[in-house]
């Protein structure tokens, strides 16, 4: 079996995906909350902010986005950009510039005058060593080869680092695929996780892999953990973000993509 690897940047592709993570969060039996997905991404120079309301635990209608908030990042520097509307509850801005140790702070006034804040780390770059496809075969009657995707890359030494990978299946995003890892008593080793879906031959796989900061680790980490529990958990909770009088979360990231073709 030959695999054929692919070295692919595509960030921008990437990013019109990356806008469609819209993540619901439902309250049951409370007011309705702001909710902050805000992502600044050092790779491709930007900052994309979306607001929303949330929903009532029952209530299964699309969120409320919120249009009339006013918005700001602060540079260590000390200086203020203002972050326009571009589209209903979509706060964006391009062309900025990142530098890995950064303290970013965002700052968002609601329509309800309210003030919300949060800061972040810019984290460090990251590269891909390799994608790597191993068949699985599940059962002796299955005639349909299925793969697993390996991503491997070399963790940075003596850095507290942090990790998420986004699957993309056939230019897909596998939305509720949250794989997030550190790198405790791993520092400057080499890292390898599989992919937790699998595939088939004819697929076109795109891995990208996200540094991010400790506080969208823990976003993402508890995600995962209430999709992990299904409909038969205790009360459902909200991850745990960095804002102290919202839900959602202030991410800073950094990435690489690479695709493989399985044959």
């Given amino acids: 079996m030959n695999f054929k690897h692919i070295l692919y940047f595509f960030g921008l592709i990437l990013l019109l995906a990356a806008c469609e993570e819209v993540i619901t969060l439902d309250l049951e039996n409370d ?5 902050i997905e805000a992502v600044a991404d050092a790779t491709l ?14 209530d299964n209608s699309l969120p409320k986005t919120i249009d009339g908030a006013s918005i700001e990042l602060k540079r260590a520097s000390g200086e203020r950009i203002a972050i326009p ?22 700052q968002i006034i609601d329509e309800e005058n309210q003030l919300h804040l949060a800061s972040a780390i ?7 060593d390799e ?5 699985r075969n599940f059962g002796r009657n299955s005639d349909t080869q299925k793969f697993q995707v390996f991503t491997h890359w070399l963790d940075v030494a003596e850095k507290e680092s942090f990790y998420r990978i986004k699957t993309f299946r056939n230019t897909d995003f596998l939305a ?15 890292l390898s996780r599989p992919s937790f879906t699998t595939f088939e031959a004819g697929d076109s796989i795109q891995i990208q892999l996200l540094s991010i900061n400790e506080e969208m680790y823990t976003y993402f980490l508890d995600l995962a953990n209430i999709q992990g529990e299904g409909p038969g958990s205790t009360t459902p909770y909200n991850p745990k973000g960095n804002f102290d009088n919202a839900l959602g979360y202030f991410g800073v990231q950094q990435f690489d993509t690479q695709l493989i ?3």
């Avoid at 810019?122 to 891909?128: G, L, S």
């Avoid at 695929?177 to 080793?189: A, K, Q, R």
Wanted: hydrophobic share 45%; charged share 25%; proline share 3%.
């Fill in 31 to 35: 007011a309705p909350q702001l909710v």
């Fill in 45 to 58: 120079g930007i900052l994309s902010v979306q607001l929303t309301q949330s929903n009532d635990f029952y």
């Fill in 122 to 128: 810019v984290p460090h770059a990251i590269r891909i």
């Fill in 85 to 106: 509307l571009v589209t209903s509850g979509r706060y964006f801005m391009d062309e900025l510039i990142f530098e890995a140790g950064e303290r970013l702070e965002i």
């Fill in 176 to 190: 509720n695929s949250y794989t997030v890892v550190d790198d405790l008593n791993m520092e400057g080793e080499r």
């Fill in 261 to 263: 073709i399985l044959e």
């Fill in 131 to 135: 994608l790597e496809a191993m068949e």
